[in-house]
Each structure stands twice: as C-alpha cells, then as structure tokens.
C-alpha cells in the first residue's frame, strides 16, 4: 500500500510568497502558515503541505527553502541544496518526534554556509512500503539509507540533515569538548535467523521450546533444570530457577 504522505507537527511558519505564484511574483513577501503534512517523492526534495488562514487555503508544493521562522529574509539566505542534503528515498516516509534528543542543542554542517545552529523539531524517514512493488530506492540499503532531521535554525529557516551532518549537544551528559567521531558507514545487514545452526522448530509444539541443539544436548528449558543462578555484583542476591515453584 502505498504511503507517500506523513502527519507534522502543526507548526506555525512564514511562506515566501513568491513560492505560492510559481516564483512569478511577491519576492520579499510572506504569508503566514501552518504545516500540515509532508510529501515524500523519490528522487524530489520534500514537499510541505501547508495551511495559510489569511487565504483559508491550502498549498502542497513547498520545499524547506520556502519557509522563515519570520517574516524576513534570513541571514544568510540559504539554498535549497544547503537546506536538505539529499532527496528523498522512497514514496514511504513516517514523520517521528524523538524525545530523548528534542530539547538539545544542535549543528549542522551544511555545504556552503558552515555551521548553523537550531533545535530539533521532528524526523522524517523513509522505506519501501510496498513489498510487492520493485526496491529500486536506497532506503533500506545499510551504507544509503539517510534519516531527515528536520530543524529550526537560528539564523531563521528550516533545515532536513542526516544525522552524520549534525552534531548534538546536551547539557547535562555531553562533555565540554566531545571526541571528534571516527566512526565508518555501516555496510552489514544485521540479521538473527540465518547463518547459524538450524533452530528446527517445525515440530515443537512446547510453550518453553527448545532448538535443536538444545534438543541434542538434553537441555531443559522452563521446567526448573536449567542452570541459570545470577549472581548481582558480587553480593548475596541470586536469582535460583531451581527452586521449586509455590503452592
């Protein structure tokens, strides 16, 4: 089924006129508005679905470059390519709030500008929705796939930046000069039932089964054989599964 649309955050924002009029005229002009969704198109820029009360309308066709945090040209006045850093993977996208990291202190390194500072808003990430149509995006790809941080930025517009443009800062567990990463692109698809001895569970009909191994090796599983006393930290406490159960 395909997806192509996610919900935002209903946040309120200034247009660029000159957006609304196919860039024919209103340059130096903004309308007030309200964000509503964001459209997802392999291989386009994202595009803002967004609410303008003077006008009781509605305007899907925004990029990030169209929108200020007020109603003045920003400096510097950043390009679309300086905004968001790639396009968009695939036509499914979810839009998630990621709490733990919403109220820190952000940078982004962009390609022309610098550094610029903002604070986080929401992220948008793609995926293949449709299991029965062909992948022919990078959106599930370990080494390809890229998350849309959508951001603030205190020079007055709005960004989208993968998390290896960003660097975040918390006041509280972040240290005063944080090592500089040296981290490499993830290229392994990470995976649990493959590439190991076959589990051969076909046959097993037990609430607490066992795999074959186990099976082989006449392990008992949830019936009060199994050695597993923990021992926490060198005290006194134990978790005995030997013991024999109440009542």
Known sequence: MACLIANLPSYEVWVRKEYLTDHKSGHGEFVK?????AKSIPGRAFYFETYLPEYAAMFD???ISA???DPETPKPDMTLHNLQFWNCMDYGVVAVQKQFIGSMHYEVLTRDYGTQTGTYICTLDNYHQDVDAIDYSTSEQ??????HNLLELDNGQFCL???????????????ETPKNPDFKVSTVYYQVENGHDRDGLGSEENYFWKTAKERSDNIEVGAGGTDMNADFYGGDFKIDLNEPELG
């Open 67 to 69: 929108f200020t945090t």
């Open 33 to 37: 508005g309200v964000w509503v969704a």
């Open 142 to 147: 370990p080494a390809e796939h890229k998350s």
């Open 161 to 175: 930046y993968p998390n290896n443009r960003m660097r975040i800062y918390d006041n509280s567990i972040t240290p």
């Open 61 to 63: 066709k925004l990029p």
